[in-house]
């Protein structure tokens, strides 16, 4: 079982990060020097994966254009001289094979990945939600795969959240395999404290197996009335091998100013043209708040 392909569902209309998405897609917001899903592109290029899907709408020409080839900004930039310029617009476009699809209504997370199926085929795929940035040393989409491979079963990657915050993501029962390596038995979206499996949720990375594209065509409707994926991933734990890897990394929830904002501080404190400056600068501002 060997994962090469990926899937990133970015047809959402950015409703938390509003006004600036209105008219520029989340995905392409900068973080630092970089959008947002070029970090994505990134972590999977990382894991091995060299054929992607982006899921978009009709609003996101933006990221097609993006990741192309821009022959008049690269005369440009080779003429006057700028060659880490040229070598960073070039790299963006050559990162991977990538191809595009459009969600032609907005009927939740499942249905994004449904339209998916023929770009996968017969082949187990990684999905990598477009609002979540990872930072880990080794990349999580990569450990993710090692387990899917490993065990030949589709894999979700968890970690703990407060019983509190259980509410916004999917918990899953699970049994225990290795270390940070689970069985998962059983799953439910959004649920209260008094309906949650445990304290584990899934957090943006997954690697499933062309199985689950046959449960998402003929699933009805679940909460929020869209064809959630969790609906989808609770029927396929229950006919085959799931397991849960607690990924090893920070997750941040981009889809939203603060998450955007930390992770844009956290990567800036980290790259060589802007880490020292802002810390630099972090500390004086400290000094008069």
Same mark, same amino acid.
């Given at each position: 079982?060997k994962?090469?392909k ?12 509003l006004?600036a ?9 900068p973080m630092?020097?970089k ?9 999977a ?5 060299e054929d992607?899907?982006i899921v978009?709408?009709r609003a996101?020409?933006?990221?097609d ?9 690269e005369?440009?930039l080779n ?10 617009v070039?790299?963006?476009a050559?990162l991977?094979n990538i ?5 032609k ?14 770009f996968?085929?017969?082949e ?7 609002d ?12 993710l795969v090692?387990a899917?491979?490993k065990?030949?079963?589709?894999v979700?990657?968890v970690?703990?959240v ?10 899953v029962?699970?049994a ?5 390596i ?5 799953m ?6 008094e309906?949650?499996f445990?304290?584990?949720a899934?957090?943006g +990375?997954?690697?499933l !197996?062309?199985?689950?594209f046959?449960i =998402? #065509?003929n699933?009805?409707?679940?909460y929020?009335?869209?064809? *959630? ?7 396929l ?8 890897v607690?990924?090893?990394? +920070?997750?941040?929830? !981009?889809g939203?100013l603060?998450?955007? =904002? #930390?992770a844009?501080i956290?990567?800036a404190?980290?790259h060589? *043209?802007t ?5 630099q600068?972090?500390q004086?501002?400290a000094k008069?708040?």
């Amino acid at each position: 079982m060997k994962v090469k392909k990926a899937v990133i569902p970015a047809a959402g209309l950015g409703t938390r990060m509003l006004p600036a998405t209105k008219t520029v897609p989340k995905e392409m917001l900068p973080m630092v020097d970089k959008p947002v899903i070029q970090y994505i592109i990134e972590e999977a290029v990382a894991a091995g994966i060299e054929d992607i899907l982006i899921v978009t709408n009709r609003a996101k020409s933006a990221m097609d254009d993006y990741f192309d080839y821009y022959p008049e900004l690269e005369t440009r930039l080779n003429q006057a001289g700028k060659d880490r310029e040229l070598y960073e617009v070039r790299k963006a476009a050559d990162l991977a094979n990538i191809f595009y699809v459009r969600q032609k209504e907005t009927k939740g997370l499942g249905h994004a990945i449904w339209r998916a199926k023929r770009f996968v085929g017969d082949e187990p795929f990684a999905v990598l939600l477009g609002d979540d940035i990872m930072r880990a040393d080794k990349p999580v989409t990569a450990q993710l795969v090692e387990a899917a491979e490993k065990y030949s079963a589709s894999v979700v990657g968890v970690q703990k959240v407060s019983t509190e915050a259980i509410s916004k993501y999917s918990s899953v029962k699970i049994a225990p395999l290795e270390q940070r390596i689970f069985s998962v038995l059983d799953m439910n979206e959004k649920p209260t404290p008094e309906q949650m499996f445990s304290n584990y949720a899934i957090l943006g +990375r997954y690697v499933l !197996t062309p199985e689950i594209f046959n449960i =998402l #065509e003929n699933l009805n409707p679940g909460y929020g009335g869209e064809i *959630q994926l969790t609906d989808g991933l609770q029927k396929l734990c229950r006919r085959s091998t799931m397991v849960a890897v607690d990924f090893e990394g +920070r997750r941040y929830d !981009t889809g939203n100013l603060k998450g955007f =904002l #930390e992770a844009t501080i956290d990567f800036a404190l980290e790259h060589p *043209q802007t880490g020292d400056w802002l810390r630099q600068f972090i500390q004086e501002k400290a000094k008069f708040i």
